[in-house]
């Protein structure tokens, strides 16, 4: 579980062939080049170390998960923050990382995620998952309301919306996400990116049942009232990938937990 590790690393292997998490070995020489290093603030990071690690891989993108709220002397360090519950960190983690990882017919590649996420360091991340009918629109509904629960002081600059989701999801529901965000969220909608990623594990449940989790990173400025934004100038070709080994299960565990806590609460 990501929860309990130190680092967590997307990498590209095999001439972008093949996606894969690495997880950090404090005792073991990185031997990958990470496009993307993660790592879990608290007091005992050791940000000199992070910061080796971050040389040795030669990371693209090092992002911090903050859970708590509070500063840490570490997340100088991070060039991006990703705020999240202690709960979402691994929701948090693929939300993100399967931006261009994989799908079916969003365009979308590596340029664009390092696009959106120049445009500011603090990114709130919000999810919503339902399983059973209208499960689209429910979990638009619900994330609308965390959105409006939302209280910052700095300008909302692009967002990233990763949608997982069983077979049956179509342009139709899609459209129906991105109409319900630009209704209720003020961002330019060239600056929203959309990535949906299909698991054939969601369609052996019970038949008729459908199921999705709407993962939406907020990506804000860095300075109040900020209105201009700056694009990190590195263009990566998209390259071919396929899913990371045991996240499709992942997923559809935690979507089991939502339906289980949505029953009893």
Same mark, same amino acid.
């Given at each position: 579980?990501?929860?309990?590790?130190?680092?967590?690393?997307?990498?590209?292997?095999?001439?972008?062939?093949?996606?894969?998490?690495? &997880?950090? /070995?404090?005792? @073991?020489?990185? =031997? $990958?080049?990470?496009?993307?290093?993660?790592?879990?603030? %608290?007091?005992?990071? !050791?940000?000199?170390?992070?910061?080796?690690?971050?040389?040795?891989?030669?990371?693209?993108?090092?992002?911090?998960?903050?859970?708590?709220?509070?500063?840490?002397?570490?997340?100088?360090?991070?060039?991006?923050?990703?705020?999240?519950?202690?709960?979402?960190?691994?929701?948090?983690?693929?939300?993100?990382?399967?931006?261009?990882?994989?799908?079916?017919?969003?365009?979308?590649?590596?340029?664009?995620?390092?696009?959106?996420?120049?445009?500011?360091?603090?990114?709130?991340?919000?999810?919503?998952?339902?399983?059973?009918?209208?499960?689209?629109?429910?979990?638009?509904?619900? &994330?609308? /309301?965390?959105? @409006?629960?939302? =209280? $910052?002081?700095?300008?909302?600059?692009?967002?990233?919306? %990763?949608?997982?989701? !069983?077979?049956?999801?179509?342009?139709?529901?899609?459209?129906?996400?991105?109409?319900?965000?630009?209704?209720?969220?003020?961002?330019?909608?060239?600056?929203?990116?959309?990535?949906?990623?299909?698991?054939?594990?969601?369609?052996?449940?019970?038949?008729?049942?459908?199921?999705?989790?709407?993962?939406?990173?907020?990506?804000?400025?860095?300075?109040?009232?900020?209105?201009?934004?700056?694009?990190?100038?590195?263009?990566?070709?998209?390259?071919?990938?396929?899913?990371?080994?045991?996240?499709?299960?992942?997923?559809?565990?935690?979507?089991?937990?939502?339906?289980?806590?949505?029953?009893?609460?």
């Amino acid at each position: 579980m990501l929860e309990y590790l130190d680092f967590a690393a997307f990498t590209e292997r095999d001439n972008g062939k093949k996606w894969e998490h690495k &997880l950090y /070995e404090p005792n @073991k020489l990185a =031997d $990958s080049f990470n496009l993307i290093t993660y790592f879990i603030v %608290n007091d005992d990071v !050791d940000a000199e170390q992070v910061q080796q690690y971050r040389e040795a891989t030669k990371t693209e993108v090092l992002i911090a998960l903050n859970t708590t709220g509070k500063s840490y002397d570490c997340l100088k360090i991070a060039d991006n923050i990703i705020h999240c519950g202690s709960d979402e960190i691994e929701l948090a983690v693929y939300g993100l990382s399967f931006m261009n990882a994989y799908g079916n017919f969003i365009g979308i590649d590596w340029y664009d995620v390092k696009t959106a996420l120049s445009y500011g360091k603090n990114i709130q991340f919000l999810q919503s998952s339902r399983i059973g009918e209208n499960c689209v629109g429910i979990a638009c509904q619900q &994330l609308t /309301e965390k959105f @409006k629960a939302c =209280d $910052s002081k700095y300008t909302l600059k692009g967002m990233m919306i %990763n949608i997982f989701a !069983d077979s049956s999801f179509d342009f139709e529901k899609l459209e129906f996400i991105n109409n319900q965000v630009q209704e209720n969220i003020d961002v330019d909608e060239v600056d929203i990116f959309y990535q949906v990623n299909f698991f054939e594990e969601f369609d052996s449940w019970k038949e008729g049942d459908q199921g999705c989790c709407v993962c939406m990173l907020l990506i804000y400025s860095d300075e109040e009232n900020d209105s201009e934004s700056v694009t990190r100038e590195q263009n990566i070709p998209k390259q071919s990938t396929k899913p990371i080994q045991g996240t499709s299960n992942s997923i559809k565990e935690y979507l089991r937990r939502q339906q289980e806590k949505n029953k009893n609460g």
